[in-house]
T-cell receptor, first 113, second 113 residues
Framework: DTAVSQTPKYLVTQMGNDKSIKCEQN?????MYWYKQDSKKFLKIMFS???????INETVPNRFSPKSPDKAHLNLHINSLELGDSAVYFC????????????FGAGSRLTVL | GNSVTQMEGPVTLSEEAFLTINCTYT??????LFWYVQYPGEGLQLLLK?????DKGSNKGFEATYRKETTSFHLEKGSVQVSDSAVYFC????????????FGGGTRVLVKP
């Protein structure tokens, strides 16, 4: 059973399109995250939700909109995709907010053409 | 600000060789330090951690010692196996910054039989 699962694993799309990446965790954790891994492989936090409430919102364009229908799901919707959005996006979860031990999904590689 | 610098890969080794991956950090405050590992096709997972100076984290034959004087947290393993092939990420978190994880760029390790 995959603890943190995200779909799709690969996504290739054209500039200007809107796309979503879904994430689900079955660990019973309260907090979920989205990280972006750039071309230099650095992982940077984008968002964090605790029990469906947004608690971290780093400097991210407002084309990115996270949605948490319940504490086991955190989806990432991206409008008007740009070339610079190409990256690997990782979903993660932790037991509580402020925990520094995270469980990550396998990543979703987004390529914008 | 907080940052983590780790050696760029890939690092290619033969089985039973000694592995060292260097990691240095800058942080405001007193960080906790981590090594995360990403095996092929999987998400990142915690390998080991240390929360104060001179602490040694260890797991699966890997060790890292928190060196405050050199602001380093180098990862070592005495005898690597093919199954250790993965990407290794050094990271830190600072309680005063909400325990957000700051990652290094990752080091890919390839162990050949």
């Amino acid at each position: 059973d995959t603890a943190v699962s995200q779909t799709p694993k690969y996504l290739v799309t054209q500039m200007g399109n809107d796309k979503s990446i879904k994430c689900e965790q079955n660990l019973g954790h309260d907090t979920m995250y989205w990280y972006k891994q750039d071309s230099k492989k650095f992982l940077k936090i984008m968002f964090s939700y605790n029990n469906k409430e947004l608690i971290i919102n780093e400097t991210v364009p407002n084309r990115f909109s996270p949605k948490s229908p319940d504490k086991a799901h955190l989806n990432l919707h991206i409008n008007s995709l740009e070339l610079g959005d190409s990256a690997v996006y990782f979903c993660a979860s932790s037991l509580v907010s402020g925990a520094n031990v995270l469980t990550f999904g396998a990543g979703s590689r987004l390529t914008v053409l | 600000g907080n940052s983590v610098t780790q050696m760029e890969g890939p690092v290619t080794l033969s089985e039973e060789a000694f592995l060292t991956i260097n990691c240095t950090y800058t942080a405001t405050g007193y960080p906790s330090l981590f090594w995360y590992v990403q095996y092929p096709g999987e998400g990142l997972q915690l390998l080991l951690k240390a929360t104060k100076a001179d602490d040694k984290g260890s797991n699966k034959g890997f060790e890292a010692t928190y060196r405050k004087e050199t602001t380093s947290f180098h990862l070592e393993k005495g005898s690597v196996q093919v199954s250790d092939s993965a990407v290794y990420f050094c990271a830190l978190s600072v309680r005063a910054a909400g325990n957000k994880l700051t990652f290094g760029g990752g080091t890919r390790v390839l162990v050949k039989p």
